[in-house]
């Protein structure tokens, strides 16, 4: 949460109740912790969204593990996630994908997380009726399956629903039932047959509809709010609009089609949360993902529930049913309890909201902003406004973060729904959010851990934006978390014919490709072609330092001959890795390729520059290679120091890196960090020598910077994966104009003990 610019607004005090840059989560479930039901407003597939959401479920079911419950050997409460990406018909489905007891003839998913998540992605385009993006919300959905299948130690059990009718009958409503007679036969189908909706003579059915022709129940401000996001118009002025449109010819206005197929959907997932919160335990607690125009100023479905529980409390069938229904109706009408002890059952409902921070037009309200926006344009027609404001927003959010909340307040997209609600033609009760997650959708706009750091111990005004660390501990920070990410998305399909070009430009074999096969190959990483210098041979024992997604590391195994049956006991191979995340997917991808995982291969998470500390004892390797790692290594020394100790003496390594061609960088530039960390050419082969190395070679690995004639990404394979190198940020693109290859040169050193 802490790599973009957000903030968390609380309505009630008309504040931020983000501090600072950190801890966003863990305050808001300070807030909602002893809440019985959440609701969040989403914009569906929004990959900053579902990441603040998928904190969020982590963090309240850690909370909800530790009540006294829980702590004596009983269970703890659950947290029950609804969801409008999934159709109550596929309640069956997520169950077993939550290996849930879903009846002894149903299909079983397999053990491994990203397999099971896969085959869910498979069952769910083959019901065909919902349409969302999942993959954004992968983090999210292997959490609650850990929760229930592996029982993930420190956190509740978060169970899944479908909470949505399938959206092909709200079409069906909308298009196919014009009279009283079709809309009868259709809300007979959606009660009675298929469970959707209250049944005549349950208490909810009382609900439902607001008049005899089976008009469903929805109140004026809904409608106006239903009308404004379909058309624009401002529900937060005393302006008045057209909102109850005459019937022309005794027929409906399109609108009126659509707002009751709206609200189909909404009484639909009401009937669903109501009747799961009246079934379930006292204690457990509830947690409802939605579009945010179902749920806006506590309309829609929270309305519906509302509705749905009082009928309940007054109509119920027995004394039981309704003494819950009341106790839940007037537990879910104030907002969430802060004076609880967790071992209670929950008090109090909260709606989080989101908001886009481009909605508060910063660049129209915020001075300093607007000034440099000006002077720019004056100077240069074509200035790039977008890299000002991303400077002055970052600078707010790490420097100044309570002038940036005055000015987000300020605006009128969000203080009027957020805060005005009551004025205007709207004269909503409730406000568009009792909490408002706002963040910026500006995916290069990153803020990074030195950016951080920097800020925390900086007594300048001065951007951050326009100052590069490079102490080793912010390198490395920033190393690992985005190498983290990397191995965090590796799992998704890559652009293969994209990296076959790549690496046949770097003087990889076909055979190599062929090898690797379409699984892997899309998962290469690195500036050359160390095995081309190494020269592995059967029954050597190599070390891949920065091993990566694996890629050089399972051509070694076929090289030393470890991948066969009757191979020299010294053929081994490990791989070392800063990244956590991409050690665990080479070990899966391992083991899947049918590797003797650890006795022939194995990769290790480890600092080069703590070697030692990581491998086995008495460990001595004939081989090792580095394919890029050495790039970002701060102290190249010792790194080159600790390679040296591990190799058996008369072992050999190739490292290939890259290297600044002259001793130094120009001062003048601002020179991005990683260009900083790499070593000068002239440098090399005296540190070599000095550490002990005998035959040096520094190889002129004969890799390109510029000019490589390779494919296009492809943006639907690509777009899901994380990747390190992309196009220039705006203050480095005076790149652009030099020339890569006469800066930088790409070797492999060559040396042997």
């Not at 609701?39 to 963090?59: A, D, M, N, P, W």
């Not at 489905?93 to 397999?110: K, T």
């Not at 002990?692 to 890799?703: C, L, P």
Request: aromatic share 8%; hydrophobic share 35%; with cysteine.
């Amino acid at each position: 949460m802490n790599s973009f610019i957000h903030r968390i607004l609380k309505s009630s005090s008309g504040s931020s109740i983000t501090k600072s840059h950190r801890g966003a989560v863990h305050r808001l479930v300070d807030e909602i912790e002893h809440a019985k039901l959440v609701y969040f407003g989403e914009f569906h597939s929004e990959s900053r969204i579902v990441s603040f959401q998928t904190e969020l479920v982590k963090e309240w079911s850690k909370r909800l593990a530790l009540t006294p419950a829980a702590a004596s050997g009983g269970r703890p409460p659950r947290l029950h996630l609804i969801m409008e990406h999934f159709s109550v018909d596929m309640q069956e489905l997520l169950e077993r994908y939550q290996s849930l007891d879903a009846g002894s003839d149903a299909v079983s998913f397999p053990d491994d997380d990203m397999e099971a998540f896969e085959q869910l992605i498979d069952s769910y385009k083959n019901y065909g009726t919902e349409g969302h993006d999942l993959l954004p919300y992968s983090g999210l959905l292997q959490f609650c399956r850990e929760t229930t299948s592996k029982s993930k130690e420190g956190h509740c059990e978060v169970l899944l629903h479908g909470g949505f009718i399938p959206r092909n009958h709200a079409a069906r409503l909308n298009k196919e039932c014009p009279d009283d007679e079709s809309k009868k036969l259709f809300f007979e189908e959606m009660s009675n047959e298929r469970g959707y909706l209250p049944i005549r003579g349950e208490a909810m059915f009382n609900a439902l509809f607001e008049s005899s022709d089976f008009k469903l129940r929805g109140p004026k401000e809904h409608k106006l709010l239903i009308q404004s996001l379909m058309n624009g118009s401002d529900l937060y002025s005393p302006v008045e609009i057209n909102d109850d449109p005459e019937e022309i010819d005794g027929e409906e206005k399109p609108f009126d089609r659509l707002y009751q197929a709206q609200l189909l959907k909404d009484h639909a997932m009401a009937h669903k949360v109501t009747n799961i919160m009246l079934d379930q335990p006292s204690s457990d607690r509830y947690l409802v993902i939605a579009g945010y125009g179902h749920l806006k100023h506590r309309l829609g479905v929270p309305e519906c529930v509302n509705q749905y529980l009082r009928q309940t409390a007054i109509l119920g069938n027995d004394e039981k049913c309704r003494t819950k229904a009341m106790d839940l109706l007037m537990n879910i009408s104030s907002l969430p309890a802060s004076n609880l002890s967790r071992s209670s059952d929950g008090k109090g409902s909260a709606l989080i909201g989101c908001q886009m921070l481009y909605e508060a037009y910063l660049e129209d309200n915020y001075p300093p902003l607007v000034t440099e926006i000006q002077k720019a344009t004056a100077q240069n027609e074509d200035s790039d406004t977008d890299a000002i404001k991303q400077k002055i927003t970052k600078h707010l959010y790490l420097r100044e973060p309570t002038t940036l909340d005055e000015y987000i307040l300020k605006s009128d997209e969000v203080g009027n729904p957020f805060l005005h609600f009551g004025r205007g033609i709207g004269g909503f009760e409730y406000p568009c959010a009792d909490y408002l997650f706002v963040y910026d959708e500006d995916e290069d706009n990153i803020i990074t851990e030195s950016d951080i750091t920097r800020s925390l111990n900086s007594d300048s005004a001065k951007c951050p934006y326009h100052e590069v660390s490079t102490t080793n501990v912010d390198v490395k920070r920033e190393t690992l978390e985005a190498y983290n990410q990397v191995g965090e998305t590796a799992g998704f399909k890559g652009n293969s014919r994209r990296a076959r070009a790549i690496m046949a430009i770097l003087g990889y074999s076909e055979s190599d490709l062929e090898y690797l096969g379409d699984g892997d190959v899309y998962n290469f990483q690195g500036v050359a072609n160390p095995h081309i210098v190494a020269k592995i041979q059967p029954g050597e024992s190599v070390i891949d330092i920065g091993s990566g997604l694996g890629i050089d590391s399972f051509l070694a195994m076929r090289d030393t001959g470890a991948d066969r049956d009757g191979a020299s006991p010294r053929s081994v191979v490990i791989g070392v890795d800063l990244a956590k995340s991409e050690v665990e997917h080479t070990l899966k991808r391992a083991r899947e390729r049918g590797y003797d995982v650890p006795e022939r291969i194995n990769f290790i998470h480890g600092d080069v520059e703590k070697l030692q500390t990581v491998l086995p004892p008495d460990s001595n390797f004939d081989v090792c290679i580095s394919n890029g790692a050495f790039c970002l290594v701060p102290d190249k020394k010792k790194a080159f120091q600790n390679v040296y100790d591990a190799l058996r003496p008369g072992g050999r390594c190739a490292i290939s890196t890259t290297t600044i061609v002259s001793d130094h960088l120009d001062p003048s530039f601002e020179w991005p960090v990683c260009m900083k960390m790499f070593a000068s050419l002239e440098s090399l082969k005296p540190m070599l020598e000095e550490i002990g190395f005998k035959n040096i070679s520094i190889i002129n690995a004969e890799s390109p910077l510029e000019g490589m004639d390779i494919p296009e990404v492809e943006p639907a394979v690509e777009n899901k994966r994380f990747k390190i190198h992309g196009k220039y940020v705006d203050q480095f693109r005076f790149l652009e104009n030099m020339d890569m290859d006469e800066l930088c040169k790409v070797v492999t050193v060559y040396g042997e003990k």
